[in-house]
């Protein structure tokens, strides 16, 4: 840790929380640096205002052609890239 200190790699956290760190030993013999953030998912602000999913947001428009055409688009280059479908089509 004081090589890493005096390299300006890492510095000194002023945060109210941490996370516990080590270093693992590789089949080379480098270290690795390892960081368990678990105990932060308990004091994370969970965002109040999330991103919608596309298919709700259509939804929302209404049964426009404009609207449904573009959603149909959008699916259909989802679906060629995953190799299925983002929604069920009614």
């Given at each position: ?41 308990k ?17 929302q ?6 609207s ?23």
């Open positions: 840790l004081k090589e890493l200190l005096e390299a300006d790699h890492i510095r000194p956290s002023k945060a109210p929380y941490g996370a516990p760190m080590l270093f693992q030993k590789k089949k080379d013999g480098l270290l690795r640096l390892c960081i368990d953030y678990q105990a932060l998912n004091v994370t602000i969970k965002n109040k205002y999330p991103i919608p999913l596309i298919a709700d947001l259509f939804d428009l209404g049964p426009s052609t404009l449904r055409w573009i959603f149909e688009k959008a699916t259909t280059k989802c679906a060629s890239r995953r190799g299925m479908s983002q929604r069920q089509r009614a």
